[in-house]
């Protein structure tokens, strides 16, 4: 099968700003002798002892345990934050810097000239401005909790150049020696919440494969391939809007979608054009999105997450316990960075006790417990961005019959060796004009210009995206990690507008709850699935649906709460959220674990938690092994298909480690796809595998003649025929991949992890990327199941999103609580904390999580004490 998807151009994406004699010369540096070691280890800070601290106005303790985790106590907010910024910068501000100059449209001053595009989708959205404002709008007690951690991080910039901050300087010094860090601000720490909710954005992949779709399929045929939520088999979060969050039926075959009545319909003054008029620039404009930042990840089905909350009846302890594990990309560090917070005294002055999960470059804890309460997010997948076709005309857009004025800015971007960039930014109302920005969009605006009769060049794009209004959300992150109850959480919830989550909550009193947040528009007309006219106010957005309309539910009969980016509402929900919800096999098999074990009468603890994150049941799998189990049987020979059905009988549709059936179907299972699906779609489009996919082929196993069965080409006429197809190729692959003997078959001798820096560990050079990254690491799981190990069945079988982290917190004993990180504490590359958490992660371990002062002292492996200068 090719290779030769957008996903796989994204994996080799790099920055070749490097030449191979450059290369060359930095690893003889690191690798040979004294001094090269010596250039490794300057950038390990100091984790014991004392260090002089500008700004503090009492000491600061920071204890780190074996791992080099830390928790900073200190006697006021403004020391605490100071000391978390200087802690983030002392381990990871490689990483914070690269952060904050792909937000601002500001790689090419680091990288050169080929980070220019890049930066230039980033300037004209505007990522940098938008936190200014949110920055300017803060209220006083925030502004100065982020002024504080930047404050933090320039004292320990102060005293660190180059190599003495990361080993990437040294690197980034031999090309571009002339680079030094610029002070921290706040604007660079809520740049980051832009990145967030970019990632995490919403269904603009799925609107694009519908629209190249209909450029070859019917309607019919398109809603064959996005079927809709099976509401009747798996779990609603809530019940709202009918919906059903105690689905116990095995799993059921998926309605299918009705056609788009948009997408179908014919051009219009105000209907969006037919895809086939410009299924070359969707083509495009698909690429143009693949070249973007993924900071969290690449875009796909298995961003998600899974977390799930349970009330103290059910505990053993008679509290409630919380699990969540985020599912983003592997990247080296990871996205993640454990803390504790403490006030020494906690009070309205100071009112700090939490620990959890931070983003460097960030203050305070995003995802975590404190001493009353815990929560975990999951991406609830709003789709919160259009594209809108606008009639431009000079420095004036058409408008409801009216010329209104562009807004324009000016932008420059500085280039490392080459000269500046000068950009000017257009926007209408409903956001900034992105035409000129990539070739993608700007084919589409041609063909539809001469669809509509305008000029191509009076013709444009717009973007409206909710993260490009600014919001409140900087200030939640303080609000979740000192909130005290239900009523307080919500509270906070209702700030934290982008990008929107679902939030489970639990509290010590025995409370459970959900609530979905977030700036989810309300559109006058459409759905969002297509591009719509933007003269007209007809599918102009209204407002945002107000949060006491949004999802929630508190303490439900049930006695808990499943999140897997299933649907959080049913299908009578007053307002729309998406049309693109994940299909809820996660949902279903915790739901299914929890249910097995309560019918037992057990009182779960947090061990089956963990053993539910570790769950890999493939329900995919399970629906299809069956069939290939009776094609097997009618071969009559000794050939792959039934060596392929001897060895998957008896399997228990595991995609464990080990498992050689495991490894057999997934083969079996991407030869399916291609040989079914991948000639009949765009090139642009090819199956991926992950849950709409099963949905999909749990659909169409059910057609024994369905015409996605039939090939000319490849002498096919049905079903059987072209499972069996697939199978005896699937053997013949796994043989060549794993050799003759299927004794000796494993999942995870072809389903690897290679955890890769963003930065230098794409940069195409070998030595450079063997630098900074690490693995590959065999591992099991798989897409869309629990243990959502994810990997793209265009590309191989290699791993792209992982449970970033994973946590379990006992509200009976927050000092029972564990968590482990995809990487270690460190991104300094060599250090003994830069990978040390990968092995556990790996094999569905975790570490114990110490809260209390007790345990803190307890698990103390090194104790730094920050000093108030003079």
Same mark, same amino acid.
């Given at each position: 099968?090719?290779?030769?998807?957008?996903?796989?151009?994204?994996?080799?994406?790099?920055?070749?700003?490097?030449?191979?004699?450059?290369?060359?010369?930095?690893?003889?540096? #690191?690798?040979?002798?004294?001094?090269?070691?010596?250039?490794?280890?300057?950038?390990?800070?100091?984790?014991?002892?004392?260090?002089?601290?500008?700004?503090?106005?009492?000491?600061?303790?920071?204890?780190?345990?074996?791992?080099?985790?830390?928790?900073?106590?200190?006697?006021?907010?403004?020391?605490?934050?100071?000391?978390?910024?200087?802690?983030?910068?002392?381990?990871?501000?490689?990483?914070?810097?690269?952060?904050?100059?792909?937000?601002?449209?500001?790689?090419?001053?680091?990288?050169?000239?080929?980070?220019?595009?890049?930066?230039?989708?980033?300037?004209?959205?505007?990522?940098?401005?938008?936190?200014?404002?949110?920055?300017?709008?803060?209220?006083?007690?925030?502004?100065?909790?982020?002024?504080?951690?930047?404050?933090?991080?320039?004292?320990?910039?102060?005293?660190?150049?180059?190599?003495?901050?990361?080993?990437?300087?040294?690197?980034?010094?031999?090309?571009?020696?002339?680079?030094?860090?610029?002070?921290?601000?706040?604007?660079?720490?809520?740049?980051?919440?832009?990145?967030?909710?970019?990632?995490?954005?919403?269904?603009?992949?799925?609107?694009?494969?519908?629209?190249?779709?209909?450029?070859?399929?019917?309607?019919?045929?398109?809603?064959?391939?996005?079927?809709?939520?099976?509401?009747?088999?798996?779990?609603?979060?809530?019940?709202?809007?009918?919906?059903?969050?105690?689905?116990?039926?095995?799993?059921?075959?998926?309605?299918?979608?009705?056609?788009?009545?948009?997408?179908?319909?014919?051009?219009?003054?105000?209907?969006?054009?037919?895809?086939?008029?410009?299924?070359?620039?969707?083509?495009?404009?698909?690429?143009?999105?693949?070249?973007?930042?993924?900071?969290?990840?690449?875009?796909?089905?298995?961003?998600?997450?899974?977390?799930?909350?349970?009330?103290?009846?059910?505990?053993?302890?008679?509290?409630?316990?919380?699990?969540?594990?985020?599912?983003?990309?592997?990247?080296?560090?990871?996205?993640?960075?454990?803390?504790?917070?403490?006030?020494?005294?906690?009070?309205?002055?100071?009112?700090?006790?939490?620990?959890?999960?931070?983003?460097?470059?960030?203050?305070?804890?995003?995802?975590?417990?404190?001493?009353?309460?815990?929560?975990?997010?999951?991406?609830?997948?709003?789709?919160?961005?259009?594209?809108?076709?606008?009639? #431009?005309?000079?420095?004036?857009?058409?408008?409801?019959?009216?010329?209104?004025?562009?807004?324009?800015?000016?932008?420059?971007?500085?280039?490392?060796?080459?000269?500046?960039?000068?950009?000017?930014?257009?926007?209408?109302?409903?956001?900034?004009?992105?035409?000129?920005?990539?070739?993608?969009?700007?084919?589409?605006?041609?063909?539809?210009?001469?669809?509509?009769?305008?000029?191509?060049?009076?013709?444009?794009?717009?973007?409206?995206?909710?993260?490009?209004?600014?919001?409140?959300?900087?200030?939640?992150?303080?609000?979740?990690?000192?909130?005290?109850?239900?009523?307080?959480?919500?509270?906070?919830?209702?700030?934290?507008?982008?990008?929107?989550?679902?939030?489970?909550?639990?509290?010590?009193?025995?409370?459970?709850?959900?609530?979905?947040?977030?700036?989810?528009?309300?559109?006058?007309?459409?759905?969002?699935?297509?591009?719509?006219?933007?003269?007209?106010?007809?599918?102009?957005?209204?407002?945002?649906?107000?949060?006491?309309?949004?999802?929630?539910?508190?303490?439900?009969?049930?006695?808990?709460?499943?999140?897997?980016?299933?649907?959080?509402?049913?299908?009578?929900?007053?307002?729309?959220?998406?049309?693109?919800?994940?299909?809820?096999?996660?949902?279903?098999?915790?739901?299914?674990?929890?249910?097995?074990?309560?019918?037992?009468?057990?009182?779960?603890?947090?061990?089956?938690?963990?053993?539910?994150?570790?769950?890999?049941?493939?329900?995919?799998?399970?629906?299809?092994?069956?069939?290939?189990?009776?094609?097997?049987?009618?071969?009559?020979?000794?050939?792959?298909?039934?060596?392929?059905?001897?060895?998957?009988?008896?399997?228990?549709?595991?995609?464990?480690?080990?498992?050689?059936?495991?490894?057999?179907?997934?083969?079996?299972?991407?030869?399916?796809?291609?040989?079914?699906?991948?000639?009949?779609?765009?090139?642009?489009?090819?199956?991926?595998?992950?849950?709409?996919?099963?949905?999909?082929?749990?659909?169409?196993?059910?057609?024994?003649?369905?015409?996605?069965?039939?090939?000319?080409?490849?002498?096919?006429?049905?079903?059987?025929?072209?499972?069996?197809?697939?199978?005896?190729?699937?053997?013949?692959?796994?043989?060549?991949?794993?050799?003759?003997?299927?004794?000796?078959?494993?999942?995870?001798?072809?389903?690897?992890?290679?955890?890769?820096?963003?930065?230098?560990?794409?940069?195409?050079?070998?030595?450079?990327?063997?630098?900074?990254?690490?693995?590959?690491?065999?591992?099991?799981?798989?897409?869309?199941?629990?243990?959502?190990?994810?990997?793209?069945?265009?590309?191989?079988?290699?791993?792209?999103?992982?449970?970033?982290?994973?946590?379990?917190?006992?509200?009976?004993?927050?000092?029972?609580?564990?968590?482990?990180?995809?990487?270690?504490?460190?991104?300094?590359?060599?250090?003994?904390?830069?990978?040390?958490?990968?092995?556990?992660?790996?094999?569905?371990?975790?570490?114990?999580?110490?809260?209390?002062?007790?345990?803190?002292?307890?698990?103390?492996?090194?104790?730094?004490?920050?000093?108030?200068?003079?």
């Amino acid at each position: 099968m090719g290779d030769d998807s957008p996903r796989l151009r994204r994996h080799h994406r790099v920055l070749r700003f490097v030449g191979i004699v450059v290369a060359v010369l930095l690893v003889l540096v #690191v690798i040979a002798g004294g001094v090269g070691v010596w250039n490794v280890m300057r950038s390990f800070p100091q984790t014991s002892g004392t260090i002089d601290l500008a700004g503090l106005d009492k000491p600061v303790s920071v204890v780190r345990d074996d791992a080099g985790i830390p928790q900073i106590t200190a006697s006021t907010a403004d020391d605490l934050f100071r000391a978390q910024g200087f802690v983030h910068a002392q381990d990871r501000f490689w990483e914070m810097d690269f952060r904050r100059h792909v937000t601002a449209g500001r790689l090419a001053e680091m990288f050169g000239e080929s980070q220019v595009p890049t930066d230039t989708f980033i300037r004209a959205l505007g990522w940098r401005n938008v936190a200014e404002q949110e920055v300017k709008a803060l209220d006083k007690t925030s502004l100065r909790y982020y002024q504080d951690y930047a404050d933090g991080v320039n004292a320990y910039l102060a005293t660190h150049k180059g190599a003495e901050l990361s080993l990437e300087y040294a690197v980034l010094g031999i090309q571009n020696p002339g680079y030094s860090p610029e002070p921290w601000t706040p604007a660079d720490s809520v740049a980051w919440l832009k990145a967030m909710a970019w990632d995490l954005r919403s269904n603009l992949e799925d609107e694009i494969d519908r629209a190249l779709l209909s450029t070859k399929l019917t309607p019919a045929q398109i809603a064959e391939l996005h079927p809709a939520y099976p509401y009747d088999e798996h779990p609603t979060i809530t019940a709202e809007g009918g919906g059903n969050p105690l689905v116990t039926t095995p799993d059921a075959v998926p309605a299918a979608a009705e056609p788009d009545s948009a997408s179908a319909a014919g051009a219009s003054a105000s209907r969006p054009a037919e895809a086939t008029e410009y299924a070359a620039a969707l083509t495009d404009l698909a690429s143009s999105l693949d070249a973007l930042p993924e900071l969290l990840g690449p875009a796909g089905d298995d961003i998600g997450s899974n977390s799930w909350v349970v009330s103290g009846a059910l505990t053993q302890s008679g509290k409630p316990l919380l699990a969540n594990d985020p599912h983003l990309g592997a990247v080296m560090p990871s996205v993640w960075y454990q803390v504790g917070l403490h006030c020494a005294t906690v009070g309205p002055d100071c009112p700090f006790d939490v620990a959890g999960f931070s983003f460097s470059g960030l203050p305070g804890v995003i995802i975590g417990h404190n001493d009353r309460i815990a929560w975990g997010f999951t991406n609830l997948g709003p789709d919160v961005a259009d594209l809108y076709e606008e009639k #431009v005309s000079g420095n004036t857009y058409e408008y409801d019959g009216q010329q209104v004025p562009l807004t324009i800015r000016k932008e420059t971007i500085k280039v490392a060796g080459g000269e500046p960039v000068h950009l000017t930014v257009r926007s209408t109302r409903h956001g900034p004009i992105v035409t000129d920005l990539t070739d993608g969009f700007a084919a589409i605006a041609k063909d539809q210009a001469g669809r509509m009769g305008v000029p191509a060049d009076k013709f444009q794009l717009s973007l409206q995206w909710t993260a490009l209004t600014p919001g409140p959300t900087p200030a939640a992150i303080f609000a979740f990690d000192t909130a005290q109850n239900w009523e307080q959480f919500r509270a906070a919830a209702e700030m934290f507008q982008v990008p929107s989550q679902n939030l489970v909550y639990a509290d010590v009193d025995g409370n459970i709850g959900y609530q979905a947040p977030g700036a989810m528009p309300i559109r006058a007309s459409g759905d969002g699935t297509v591009p719509v006219p933007g003269w007209t106010s007809q599918y102009g957005w209204t407002g945002t649906v107000p949060f006491a309309e949004l999802p929630s539910a508190y303490n439900p009969p049930s006695g808990y709460i499943v999140t897997a980016n299933n649907a959080a509402v049913g299908p009578d929900f007053p307002r729309l959220i998406t049309k693109d919800w994940e299909y809820g096999y996660r949902a279903n098999q915790i739901q299914l674990r929890l249910q097995a074990l309560l019918a037992k009468g057990t009182k779960l603890t947090a061990a089956d938690f963990a053993s539910i994150q570790a769950d890999t049941y493939n329900a995919n799998a399970a629906d299809l092994t069956p069939i290939l189990l009776d094609v097997g049987a009618q071969t009559g020979e000794d050939d792959g298909v039934s060596r392929g059905a001897r060895l998957l009988a008896g399997w228990n549709y595991h995609d464990d480690a080990d498992s050689a059936a495991a490894a057999y179907f997934n083969i079996f299972w991407r030869n399916l796809l291609a040989d079914a699906f991948r000639r009949k779609l765009p090139a642009s489009a090819p199956p991926t595998g992950g849950d709409r996919w099963f949905a999909v082929v749990e659909t169409l196993a059910q057609q024994q003649d369905s015409p996605w069965w039939t090939d000319e080409k490849l002498d096919v006429d049905n079903r059987d025929e072209m499972f069996a197809r697939a199978a005896d190729e699937a053997w013949s692959e796994a043989t060549r991949l794993m050799g003759s003997d299927p004794e000796k078959w494993r999942w995870d001798r072809i389903h690897t992890i290679t955890l890769t820096n963003a930065s230098f560990g794409v940069s195409g050079i070998e030595p450079i990327e063997a630098l900074f990254n690490r693995g590959p690491y065999p591992v099991g799981g798989g897409s869309s199941v629990v243990d959502a190990v994810g990997w793209d069945a265009a590309v191989g079988y290699t791993v792209d999103w992982v449970p970033s982290m994973r946590q379990v917190i006992d509200l009976g004993d927050f000092d029972k609580s564990t968590w482990i990180n995809l990487t270690g504490a460190s991104g300094h590359a060599f250090s003994p904390h830069y990978d040390d958490q990968t092995p556990l992660w790996q094999t569905n371990k975790t570490r114990p999580w110490p809260f209390s002062a007790k345990a803190v002292a307890a698990a103390a492996d090194q104790t730094l004490t920050l000093r108030p200068t003079g």
